[in-house]
């Protein structure tokens, strides 16, 4: 009984706020994705349109992954700062992106004029866009000074959707490829990576904190406030909540007072998601009859993926609780979540459509561009 009665350690908040944000952002990935797609369908603009991988593309996913790997642990330190100033600005620009619709509809509410104002990257700003842009630099900013891990966790967010909306899947065989091959390299970094490297190197470049270029300047020109900016910050790669929740509104700095989560452990998930609502949106959208699309509606395989994925995650923490070590969570997510599409799309007699992706039609571009 005392294995079991450790499992109540899952309904502690810090468990339970990371079961429920990791999943939420799981499902608003896939819905930005469709989102997007829509999006670029409608006004035709395909220079922004998703990176669709190919099987060889997918192939080299997990082999980059493994060299990024290994560089971060082995130069992390010598290459700190260029990787945080590159990590601020890559949140900035995903944060840009999804906050981007709910500033339009807004627009669109109070009927407010915007207009174009200059040029970026050959590109028309508005007036609007630029004040989104400046929100979103100043909340990088705050990150920058204060290293807060809420603020961590809402740029983490942000990369996230922003992945997931602009690298797609085209089917589940190239999906089932990726996800498979992340498989492996997940169980393989955490559970023998040791042998070969001397340290679990998942577990040491998870856990790293980069020194803060804002620090470092400030403390070099010996600026006043000094004690108030972070020495180190915790990268928005993850998700990281204090375990004690209630009490960790201020930051902390010691690792092994918060529990975490990857973000690749939300974004690849995230990323069958996405192929399986856009299936699910084709599906509903071809339907002769507004009953059959009703019918459609109430069994899409986006929540057989979902219920899985969050089936999947609590498994792992389970996992890790009883074990007191550090699991790879695609161990539990891949099968939780590519398993169910599978087995479901197989008794509908609709595997070989998943599999294959779609096959396009004259009327997909005209249908882009009638919907609202």
Not at 105 to 113: A, W
Not at 185 to 212: K, L, P
Not at 358 to 368: I, L
Request: net charge positive; charged share 10%.
């Amino acid at each position: 009984m005392d294995p079991l009665w450790k499992l109540s350690y899952l309904l502690e908040p810090a468990s339970l706020a990371l079961i429920f944000t990791a999943v939420a952002v799981a499902f608003a990935s896939a819905q930005r994705a469709l989102s997007h797609s829509k999006e670029m369908e409608r006004n035709r603009d395909f220079s922004e349109a998703s990176i669709t991988l190919d099987q060889s593309q997918a192939l080299m996913i997990p082999l980059a992954s493994s060299c990024s790997l290994l560089l971060m642990f082995y130069l992390f330190s010598s290459v700190s700062h260029l990787v945080t100033a590159f990590t601020a600005i890559a949140s900035a620009s995903s944060l840009f992106f999804c906050l981007s619709p709910y500033a339009f509809y807004f627009k669109t509410q109070l009927g407010l004029m915007d207009p174009f104002v200059s040029r970026c990257c050959s590109r028309s700003i508005t007036r609007i866009q630029w004040l989104l842009l400046l929100l979103c630099s100043g909340i990088v900013i705050a990150w920058l000074v204060s290293g807060h891990w809420l603020l961590n966790n809402l740029l983490g967010i942000a990369i996230c959707i922003a992945f997931v909306s602009h690298v797609r899947l085209p089917n589940i065989k190239i999906c089932s490829l990726l996800l498979v091959c992340l498989f492996v390299y997940d169980i393989f970094w955490v559970f023998f990576s040791e042998r070969f490297f001397g340290a679990n190197v998942m577990v040491s470049v998870a856990t790293q904190q980069a020194s803060n270029p804002v620090h470092t300047v400030a403390n070099s020109l010996s600026l006043p406030g000094l004690q108030l900016i972070a020495k180190k910050l915790e990268l928005p790669v993850k998700l990281v909540f204090p375990r004690n929740l209630m009490g960790g509104m201020v930051s902390g700095s010691n690792t092994v007072e918060f529990m975490m989560l990857g973000l690749g452990d939300m974004a690849i998930p995230g990323m069958l998601l996405a192929l399986v609502l856009c299936f699910d949106h084709r599906k509903s959208r071809d339907s002769p009859s507004s009953i059959d699309s009703a019918a459609i509606r109430g069994h899409q395989y986006i929540w057989y993926a979902l219920a899985g994925y969050a089936i999947g995650l609590v498994t792992a923490l389970a996992a890790g609780v009883l074990t007191h070590a550090p699991q790879p969570a695609l161990l539990y997510l891949v099968p939780s979540t590519l398993g169910p599409v599978i087995f479901v799309s197989w008794i509908r007699k609709e595997l070989n459509e998943l599999w294959d992706g779609p096959r396009p039609t004259p009327n997909d571009k005209v249908r882009g561009l009638m919907e609202v």
